[in-house]
């Protein structure tokens, strides 16, 4: 019988091909081609490719949520959404931000008053490309960029792959928001010290989610069962089982199981609804359609929304500590049906 030890596998993008990518457990944030040192990994079609050659330094693997997870195999409380400070609900006081804004306005009012204020100098955001199912990640330098950035995108983006642009830029006071996928990404890159995100990202908004869908198929079926042209909508929202679709016509909808076969892959095994690696969350459960539910995490959080909260330019409510279990049954609600429904990840026996 031998001895030896077995050898150790290498730290690269072969390991994250084998044991995250071929299986279907990325979730295509991004983060691997903006942490890649010598700039040989792309995501295309949303799926990271290897383009060139490998040095096998490992910064793919310490930074990808899905490997670290099947490391660590982390558990997720059903009845719990992480820690929070405070929590406020309410809208904008700025119409022409409401008026263009997925729900309550809150994420474009408070990127625009730190970078009115200097307290930030760009924002990592996603705008829309040909139409609203085409995400277009982008650092936001204006005023003009954040506002190109409203309202909700539902397919995959690699927002992450612009945290590179970041650093080319000097750019050294960041705000980023994110869904939750893309919020522990960016969390592991700060933790590895990464791009320098450590202190270049000042705050990070997270998104609440229940699943991102591929674009291909999420277009077959708007147009196939609804008869609708994506090039014509105006708006997509997510609420009451139903995606919602504005275009000029009106309004038509469709139940959020009818798009399962458009579901991606990677979110299938996603435990975190309500962003709990962001400074703030924000959605729109248990709330008025025009209003959005904040919750303030950490004080990094609660610096930023305080920016524009001294300002008055937030119409919002606090919630009381001994209302919150009755303002967040409905968000703990889709966040335990999320971590029941989730397939589990298979462990990784040696890393």
Known sequence: ?????????????????????????????????????????????????????????????????????????????????GTILEIYTGKTKDEEIHSKSQNGGIVTTLLLTALKKGKIDSSLVTAHGSDLLSPMPTLALSEFDIRKSSKSKYTLNPVLIKLSSIKLSNKKKVAAVGLPCHNETLTNIMDMKNLGADFRVKYKIGLFCMSCYEPTGFRDIISNSLGLSTSNLTKTDCARGKFFFEHPDGTTDIKIKECGSAKAEGCKYCKDFAAEFADISIGNIGVDDDSNIILIRTKAGKELFEFALKDNLLDVKKIDESKWEETLAPAVKLSSLKRKGAKALAPIESA
């Open 1 to 81: 019988m031998s001895n030896k030890e077995p050898r150790k596998r290498k730290r690269n993008f072969a390991m994250l091909n084998r044991e995250v990518i071929k299986p279907g457990y990325c979730v295509s944030c991004g983060g691997c081609e903006a942490v890649c040192p010598v700039y040989v990994i792309s995501i295309e079609q949303l799926k990271p490719k290897l383009v060139g050659g490998c040095i096998s330094c490992g910064a793919c693997i310490d930074i990808c949520l899905r490997f670290k997870q099947k490391v660590e195999q982390p558990t997720y409380p059903v009845d719990e959404i």
